[in-house]
């Protein structure tokens, strides 16, 4: 089995199994050399059909973590865009593979280029808790069909699903191809610090830097997936119901535990009360229980429910009016803990509400008299990972996406964009650095070496010294053009 457990040990122990794991994985690496097209497919088959059969039990598993997870939810967020990935990379690895022929210029010809896509050996990739499992395979599926091999190290923060993790790739692959490395914040940082080809870090800003800063001693270049405020600015013209509704859903799926969630609305201050109304008759209708609703999700732990908790108290506190949706009227005890739905309007920016990311079922509104204002309010704010644009005029959308920066944009919806494999999935600034899922994914565990060949007849030796007359007439005709 492909676990090093390195929960227990002392970290230095801890730190050895996992350099013995990284030679054997990086001494098997250079042994066999990259897997063939085949070999992957055929990893990518196996690592599918066992997802389909372990699907129940990944719901099971996340849920025991987090008190109440919905089954419907994880099936959803966590297991099918993992069956999507891989029916996409198994049909499209052979165009991804293939070298890819690259113009050498005029002045060139007739020698030829192309870009040969390599694995770089052996990667890291570092997951956090909010979707345990979709964001340690997720990478792990761009990783294999890039042909490397894999280091995994799950969250500790969802201890069970971590373990199943473990169990489930070890079952499917061998130590030295795919190895899951056990732990939490200290074997996280040694984890870090081990001379990956390649290290893929999703979870916080905060710990982005950190693992950044370890990686850079061993110059290991890094994919920082982390997190930050995603706003949803509603257009004038925009269709509220279905704003409403969609802004709801992307809220409170995961009660909130999303990277993308819409963190904040920005909303014309005339339709402000409508969409207090509006998403207040949104709750009702997805969730018209939450205690009592299996597919209303608690707060991952203690420490999170009262972080959430706190930021709504301090709005309170402030004089800030807070709108509760609690449905059923339901006593929503601390053990559970379940968040009702709570809008926060009009915080102050000095908040914790409007400095923290949220995550949690928590949306501040804050309203707008024009929509430069709007644009103003996000670009003054670190990038976020997400932007959602409610509006039907065209132009003014276009205006929105042209003069703000974040990682993605879903327009007239939220979340979507993170579904669809051709786009690139990655943030920008304090919301992370590269980007993957579908080609763009393979493209990010690859090296792209750039190859020249050069043909038997050519004009390379006039270029070459002793310069003279010949080299003086070639230089003019290259710079002249
Ligand atoms: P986290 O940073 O606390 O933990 C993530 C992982 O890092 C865990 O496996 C943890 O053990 C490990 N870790 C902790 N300290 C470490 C260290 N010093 N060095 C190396 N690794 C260390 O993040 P989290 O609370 O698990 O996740 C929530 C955050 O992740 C939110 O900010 C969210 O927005 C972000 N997120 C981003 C994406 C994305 O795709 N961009 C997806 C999900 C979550």
Redesign the pocket.
Same mark, same amino acid.
């Given at each position: 089995m492909s676990v090093v457990s390195v929960a227990e040990a002392r970290p230095d122990v801890g730190s050895q199994a996992m350099q013995e794991t990284l030679a054997r994985q990086r001494e098997a690496f250079l042994k066999a050399g990259p897997p063939t097209l085949q070999e992957r497919r055929a990893d990518l088959r196996r690592l599918r059909r066992a997802i389909k059969n372990n699907a129940e039990r990944i719901a099971l598993e996340i849920s025991g973590d987090f008190g109440n997870r919905s089954r419907y939810e994880t099936l959803l967020a966590d297991v099918w865009p993992t069956l999507a990935a891989i029916r996409h990379a198994i049909r499209h690895l052979p165009r991804w593979t293939a070298p890819k022929r690259v113009s050498v210029g005029l002045e060139f010809m007739p020698a030829r280029a192309r870009i040969l896509y390599q694995p770089v050996g052996v990667v890291g990739i570092?997951?956090?808790?909010?979707?345990p499992f979709q964001?340690a395979i997720m990478p792990l599926i761009a990783a294999l069909a890039a042909g490397n091999r894999v280091m995994l190290?799950?969250? %500790? @923060?969802t201890p069970r699903t971590a373990q199943f993790l473990a169990e489930f790739l070890g079952s499917l692959f061998p130590a030295e191809q795919v190895a899951t490395v056990l732990g939490?914040?200290d074997v996280?940082?040694a984890?870090?610090g081990l001379a990956f080809d390649h290290l893929f870090?999703?979870?916080?800003?905060?710990?982005g830097r950190?693992?950044m800063r370890?990686a850079a001693e061993n110059l290991t270049p890094v994919t920082l %997936? @982390?997190?930050?405020k995603s706003p949803c600015i509603l257009a004038e013209d925009a269709a509220l119901p279905a704003a409403v509704d969609s802004i709801v859903s992307g809220k409170l799926l995961n009660a909130g535990q999303t990277?993308i969630a819409p963190d904040y609305v920005l909303v014309p201050r005339e339709r402000r009360e409508d969409f207090i109304k509006l998403a207040g008759e949104a709750v009702q209708k997805f969730y018209p229980m939450l205690a009592a609703n299996p597919d209303y999700d608690s707060i991952v732990n203690e420490r999170h429910y009262r972080r959430v908790v706190r930021y709504v108290a301090e709005a309170k506190e402030r004089g800030v009016r807070v709108v509760e949706f609690n449905p059923a009227q339901e006593k929503l005890g601390a053990d559970a803990r379940k968040l009702a739905p709570t809008l926060v309007i009009e915080p102050g920016d000095e908040l914790l509400v409007m400095r923290e990311?949220i995550?949690g079922p928590v949306l501040p509104v804050k309203s707008y008299s024009r929509i430069e204002e709007a644009i103003e309010y996000v670009n003054r704010r670190p990038r976020p990972?997400a932007l959602y644009y409610f509006g039907e005029d065209e132009k003014q959308r276009d205006e929105v996406l042209n003069k703000t920066l974040s990682g993605g944009v879903s327009v007239n919806d939220t979340l979507l964009h993170v579904l669809i494999e051709e786009l690139p999935?990655g943030?920008i600034g304090a919301?992370?650095i590269g980007a993957y899922h579908g080609e763009i994914g393979f493209q990010t565990f690859s090296h792209r070496k750039g190859v020249f060949l050069q043909s038997r007849f050519n004009g390379a030796k006039f270029l070459r010294p002793p310069f003279g007359r010949i080299t003086a007439l070639m230089l003019k005709l290259l710079m002249s053009r």
């Open positions: 570092i997951s956090p808790w909010n979707y964001l190290k799950p969250s %500790e @923060l939490g914040p996280g940082a984890f870090a870090y999703t979870g916080s800003t905060a710990v950190q693992v370890a %997936e @982390l997190g930050g990277c990311e995550f990972l999935f943030g919301s992370g």
